[in-house]
């Protein structure tokens, strides 16, 4: 029975399932999509998003830093992506032929994706602010436009009114299956085995493929022809990504799991070289004399190291995170015997210290690959003469490391008289380091803070090396060693260093709000 100009109810045994009139056929481009086409391409449109989502936050970094408060912006980036795409696709739904347009869409989130690297790069390369702005508009474009993939199959799949709850779910689920996919390929396999711009240029590549299919399956051969010329148009605009992905350098070394690595030699020093991670400096490692330390705050430690126990004697030391191993080595050298355990993150930067600045690990260089804060938990009770912190996730002390709990398990693998000194870097109110100081002083007896001039005015900043012990510190001599060796420091305790700490908040498992705390640069250059 032909229906009417208004409209005809379809019938399947009794049942209504559905509505159409005349022109629901024009609308919906064609014929619908088979349920399995349909989720296959709900899962793999979601698992792209959080490819990308992850994926921006390792090329931003090197740029922008890696801090919570750029993590929070990508992320409120993808899910306002999110957002947009699905509301504009669902409406786009209803006034245009969703299966004409699921090709275009991919096709076109492809393209964006495939460019991302190059375009940030240029970005990097002029300003960081430009970055993450460039950043920002390359990680929203194909979100929102993946997103709008969701709506269009929802619409061409819901031909049964009586079964619209299980369609919308079984998508939604899909969708979320597909998202976790994405984040757990990504975050466990692509990131540690590929660098991140060919994860981001395969996936366009697939994208655009997996959209020309869609679009060719829905047209004859007479219009096909048009999606080759539109294909071609494509494939050369995915080649100037691919070609400026190449020609603009990542400017690493290694692209770790968690950094971009870059070893610069000294130009004054011939054996000198400085390991930069994600565009910012955390070792100098001299090959020749590893006794030399080029940085401020390695001096203050090493000086701390120098008064606080015998000359010459060999110590049993615990290093919470592994940057370029200076003061591992540092130990080795003036204190031979020594034995030093080091919990590291990140399994590239140990190979970066390895094949790039000669460090070889070993028995008495035990570098593990773990979170410190776990490594912590598996150091015996009074074991260790000395525990060093210098981990750092940018430019921010990781916030886990720097609670209550944290020093407790400090102090539970201390000896009797062993030191617990931390580097951690802050400018202007310095609300962190202070934080992190009343933490120190509520599980330690004696607690002292080295720092460079204007540190503990407000009108300077930078690095901050804390000391803290069961026993008493000898700090004049530890300030006249930072003096010999040139840095300009000075070294506070007592009553000056609570007045300075004032009513800063002890930072807790609970509450430790470390990157809202820190002031990352000084506020003249923010």
Not at 54 to 80: D, K, Q
Not at 87 to 111: E, H, I, K, N, Q
């Amino acid at each position: 029975m032909r229906g009417t100009g208004i409209g005809s109810a379809v019938r399947a045994g009794g049942r209504v399932t559905g509505v159409v009139d005349q022109g629901t056929e024009r609308r919906s481009g064609g014929p619908g999509i088979g349920p399995r086409v349909g989720a296959g391409l709900v899962f793999g449109s979601s698992a792209a998003v959080l490819v990308v989502e992850l994926v921006a936050l390792r090329l931003l970094a090197p740029h922008v830093g890696l801090t919570m408060e750029m993590n929070t912006m990508v992320i409120g980036i993808a899910l306002a992506a999110i957002a947009l795409g699905s509301w504009a696709g669902g409406r786009a739904a209803d006034v245009v032929a969703p299966r004409r347009v699921l090709g275009p869409l991919l096709g076109a989130s492809g393209v964006a994706v495939a460019v991302t690297p190059a375009l940030v790069r240029l970005a990097g390369n002029a300003d960081g602010a430009l970055a993450l702005l460039v950043g920002g508009a390359c990680l929203f474009l194909p979100a929102a436009l993946l997103t709008a993939v969701t709506p269009m199959v929802t619409k061409l799949l819901l031909t049964d009114l009586e079964v619209t709850g299980t369609v919308v779910g079984r998508l939604s689920g899909v969708g979320t299956a597909g998202g976790i996919a994405g984040t757990v390929l990504t975050g466990f396999v692509l990131i540690s085995v590929v660098p991140v711009s060919v994860i981001l240029l395969v996936l366009g590549v697939v994208l655009v493929v997996a959209g020309v299919l869609v679009d060719v399956s829905v047209r004859d051969w007479r219009r096909g022809r048009r999606v080759l010329v539109t294909g071609a148009a494509v494939g050369g605009t995915m080649a100037a990504g691919v070609t400026g992905s190449v020609a603009v350098p990542s400017g690493c070394d290694a692209e770790t799991r968690y950094h971009c690595a870059v070893v610069v030699p000294d130009p004054g020093r011939e054996s000198g070289r400085t390991l930069v991670l994600d565009g910012l400096r955390h070792s100098y490692v001299d090959l020749d004399d590893p006794t030399h330390l080029e940085f401020p705050y390695t001096r203050a430690i090493a000086s701390l190291i120098d008064t606080a126990f015998p000359e010459g004697e060999p110590l049993d030391a615990y290093h919470l995170g592994a940057g370029g191993l200076s003061v591992p080595v540092y130990l080795e050298e003036v204190r031979p015997g020594s034995d030093s355990v080091v919990s590291e993150i990140d399994p590239g930067v140990v190979e970066v210290d390895r094949r790039w600045l000669g460090v070889e690990t070993g028995e008495r260089l035990d570098v593990r690959v773990e979170d410190g804060r776990l490594g912590l938990r598996r150091i015996e009770d009074g074991s260790r003469d000395l525990v060093v912190g210098d981990a750092f996730g940018g430019v921010s002390v990781p916030w886990h490391l720097t609670t209550r709990e944290a020093v407790a398990d400090i102090e539970r693998v201390l000896r009797p008289g062993g030191v617990y000194t931390v580097n951690m870097i802050d400018y202007g109110e310095t609300a962190f380091v202070r934080a992190a100081v009343v933490t120190l002083l509520a599980e330690f007896e004696h607690v002292a803070v080295a720092a460079g001039p204007g540190a503990f005015d407000g009108s300077g900043g930078g690095n901050f090396v804390a000391a803290a012990s069961g026993s008493a510190l000898d700090t004049a001599a530890w300030g006249e060693r930072i003096a010999e060796r040139g840095s300009g420091w000075r070294v506070v305790e007592g009553d000056e260093l609570r007045a300075w700490v004032g009513d800063a908040q002890v930072l807790t498992d609970d509450f430790a709000p470390v990157d809202q705390l820190l002031t990352p640069h000084p506020p003249s250059r923010r």
